[in-house]
Each structure stands twice: as structure tokens, then as C-alpha cells.
């Protein structure tokens, strides 16, 4: 396993990757060289697994209370689920202003299930990567979320909902027009204004994906880093920096969503 | 950052979970909350109702009361008139009575004293007539003096 610091955190970085290896074949991935030789053609089982299983959490919660759910008077669990559905729905009324029985679903599930991913920075980070390497994994990192495809792939989501409902709502003509004709109503500047907007229109999946990695990447590496102290120390650093994250996590949870609603809004809205 | 196929693995999930949510989380949660919020205000609305009929009901009790209260003055009112005038009578009655009773006596007193005037006058006069016997020494006739007797004895 780890010997130096920097082994360690580099160990602590590293997600079990499953992928087809050039010479081995299909195998899990036992060294960063083998990652890099697998290239794209392989699977970070430890994020995959963990955000199904914190989609899966979420999903398994809600169905409870909405199967449960009646007009009587409501328990804890259907509490907790009402008070976030009736957050979500708050903030996408004041945000949306369109007709979409998608949005307030899809950003209740935003907020939660990236919640739930956020928050498994708050187990102590040898606890499961230990319990997983006595099961033989070589690597392991829990936090979906401080990995590059876990927030790529949610944007990825929300990028392919803003180009389908921009064109749904405006047409392919009216898109591309607005791509065109936006910021300057000009046919000489057709170029430029289309070089502008799509790298607009690029650069919101790369922020919401961006953001949540880099904040939850960077929170990850701090803790690694406190967990190079000695057993007894560490408590005075990560015990502030674990409530800390009190904030961070559903701040960020919270912004993937607001986001999300945004971008969606703007899709939605047409200038012509 | 090494991205790989996880990125679409992660994508399908996020599909499939909002798709979840979309179907069968979102609609009976928010269901049941427009639901509870219905019956929270009808609840409201039918406490309000309630007080409301608390009020009138209130009102019509305090009316009721009152009216009672002057029925009943009323009614005490009448009977203590009515016992006063049956005690005025039947002050009366005994007085009237009482009258009756002293006017009987009265007559019966002057019948004994009359019935005793004339029981004494037939005595006095059978007295003169023994003294005037015993003066004169012989009969007196009762039968040819018995004007004068009588005369005398009216006279006592």
C-alpha cells in the first residue's frame, strides 16, 4: 500500500477501475500505469457504484413516503421528504417560468441524490478504502462527486436536456439563430457571435460539472492531508473542517440544482 | 483527471433516477401534500364556522336567559300580589267576622240582660205585691191590681 505522504494521498486518489487493458484483457486495474494503458474504455467501479447507491438511497427513501403518504398527520420520514419537495418547488417557481413537469423532479433529484454523494466525505476517508483493500481492491474512493465523471456526467445530463428543450421550444431554426444573431443582430458578425455562444452554451455543463469536482476534489485532498497527522492530532483539524462541510455540501448541492433550473429556464425562454 | 466510460455509466443513472422521481416519487408526495393543504383549510374554515356558531349560540343563550329572568321577575312579581290581596281578604274576612262574632255576642248579651231585666220585674213586682200585702193585711188582688202592678214594674 502507502508508504511516503505522497504515495498515500496518490493512493487515496485513485479510483478502482475496471476496463479492458490492452495486453490483460477485462481486469481491475492494479497500477495508475494500467489505468492510463486502458484509456477511456474502462469504468471507475467505486464512483459508478456508489452513486447508484446513493441514487438508489434516494430513490428508496421518497417511493417510501410517497407510498405512505396521506393526508393524516405526517411522520418524521414524510417530513423530510415534504420539506425538501416543498424547498425544490419553491425555488424552481421563483427560478422556472415556463410549464415543465420535468424540471421539479429532475431538480429534487439533483439536490438529493448530489447531497447524498456529497456527504459521504463525512466518512472518514481510510475507513471504507481500508475495508475495501481487505476485500482486495486495490484502490478505492467513495465520493462520487471528487470525481471528474461523476460531475461530468451529471452536466452531461443537463446539457443534453438544455439542447433538447432549446430546440424543442425554439426550433432547430430559432436556435441556431439565436446562436447567430445573439449579442450582435449583425450578418457580418454571424461568426463571431456564433464562436461566443457556444462557447457559452459549452461552458455551462463544464462550470456545473467543474465546480462541484473542484469543491469536493479539493475538500477530499484536505482531509487526505489531515489524515497524515498522527491519530491523535488529527481530530483538531478535521473535526472543523467536517463541520465545514456542513455548509459545503448542501451549498453545492443546492447550486448544481439552481444552476441546472437556470440553464433550463434559459432554454426555455424564447426572444423571437 | 482521467475520464472514461463511467461518465456515460453515470449519465444513464441520472437518467433513470429523474425518470423514477418524474414517475412515481414527485406526483403522490405532491399529491398528498395539496391534499393535506385542502384539509388543513377546510379544517381552518370549519373551526372558524365553529366559533362563529359558538357566537350566535352564545348570544341566543344570554337572550334566552334574560327573557327567562324577566318572566320569572314577572311571575314573582304577580304571585306576590296575588298573596298579598288574598292576605288583604282574608285580613278582611277575619275582620268581618270578628264584627259578626262581637254583634252576635252583643245580641245575646242584651237578650240575657233584657230576659234578666224582665225575670227581676215579674220578682220585684210579685215583691211589691207580697210588701204592699203585708202593709195592707189583706189579698191583694192580683187580677184588679195587675194594671197598676204592671205599671210598677215597667217602671223599675
Known amino acids: 500500500m502507502a508508504n511516503t505522504p505522497v504515495e498515500y494521498i496518490q493512493h487515496h486518489l485513485q479510483n478502482l477501475v475496471f476496463g479492458s ?8 486495474a492494479h497500477t495508475p500505469e494500467e489505468v492510463k494503458q486502458m484509456g477511456f474504455w474502462s469504468v471507475n467501479l467505486d464512483t459508478l457504484g456508489w452513486s447508484i447507491a446513493m441514487g438508489v438511497l434516494f430513490l428508496w427513501l421518497f417511493r417510501k413516503a410517497a407510498l405512505s403518504a ?21 425555488t424552481v417557481r421563483d427560478t422556472f417560468h415556463g410549464r415543465n413537469p420535468l424540471i421539479a423532479p429532475l431538480a429534487l433529484t439533483i439536490f438529493v441524490w448530489v447531497f447524498l454523494m456529497n456527504s459521504l466525505k463525512w466518512v472518514p476517508v481510510d475507513i471504507i478504502p481500508g475495508l475495501a483493500h481487505l476485500l482486495g ?6 465520493v462520487p462527486t471528487a470525481d471528474p465523471n461523476g460531475t461530468f456526467g451529471l452536466s452531461l445530463g443537463v ?15 430559432g436556435f441556431t439563430k439565436e446562436l447567430a444573431f445573439t449579442p450582435f443582430n449583425h450578418w457580418a458578425l454571424v461568426p463571431f457571435n456564433l464562436f461566443l455562444e457556444i462557447i457559452g452554451l459549452l461552458a455551462k455543463p463544464l462550470s456545473l460539472a467543474l465546480r462541484l469536482f473542484g469543491n469536493m476534489y479539493a475538500g477530499e485532498v484536505v482531509f487526505i492531508l489531515i489524515a497524515l497527522l498522527p491519530f491523535w492530532a488529527q481530530w483538531v483539524l478535521n473535526v472543523p473542517w467536517a463541520i465545514f462541510h456542513i455548509l459545503v455540501i448542501p451549498l453545492q448541492a443546492f447550486i448544481f440544482m439552481v444552476l441546472t433550473i437556470v440553464y433550463l429556464s434559459a432554454a426555455h425562454e424564447d426572444h423571437h | 483527471m482521467n475520464m472514461n466510460l463511467t461518465l456515460f455509466g453515470q449519465t444513464i443513472a441520472f437518467a433513470i433516477f429523474v425518470w423514477f422521481c418524474m414517475k412515481y416519487v414527485w406526483p403522490p408526495l405532491t399529491q398528498a401534500m395539496q391534499e393535506r393543504q385542502k384539509k388543513i383549510a377546510e379544517g381552518l374554515d370549519a373551526a372558524g364556522r365553529a366559533q362563529q356558531d359558538l357566537k350566535l349560540a352564545q348570544e341566543k343563550v344570554s337572550n334566552t336567559l334574560r327573557e327567562t329572568r324577566e318572566q320569572a321577575a314577572e311571575i314573582i312579581e304577580l304571585a306576590n300580589k296575588q298573596a298579598n290581596a288574598i292576605v288583604e281578604e282574608a285580613k278582611e274576612q277575619a275582620r268581618a267576622e270578628g264584627e259578626r262574632l262581637i254583634a252576635g255576642a252583643k245580641a245575646e248579651i242584651e237578650q240575657e240582660v233584657n230576659r234578666a231585666k224582665d225575670a227581676l220585674r215579674t220578682q220585684v213586682a210579685a215583691l211589691a205585691i207580697l210588701g204592699a200585702e203585708k202593709i195592707l193585711e189583706s189579698k191583694v188582688d192580683t187580677k184588679a191590681h195587675n194594671k197598676l202592678v204592671e205599671k210598677l214594674a215597667s217602671q223599675l
Do not use: D, R
Open chain 1, 21 to 28: 487493458h490492452p495486453e490483460k484483457g477485462w481486469i481491475i
Open chain 1, 70 to 90: 396521506s393526508t393524516k398527520v405526517p411522520g418524521f420520514l414524510q417530513n423530510l421528504t415534504e420539506m425538501c419537495i416543498e424547498f425544490v418547488e419553491g
Open chain 1, 137 to 142: 481492491a486495490p484502490y478505492f474512493k467513495i
Open chain 1, 159 to 173: 446539457f443534453v436536456l438544455i439542447l433538447f428543450y432549446s430546440i424543442k421550444i425554439k426550433g432547430v431554426g
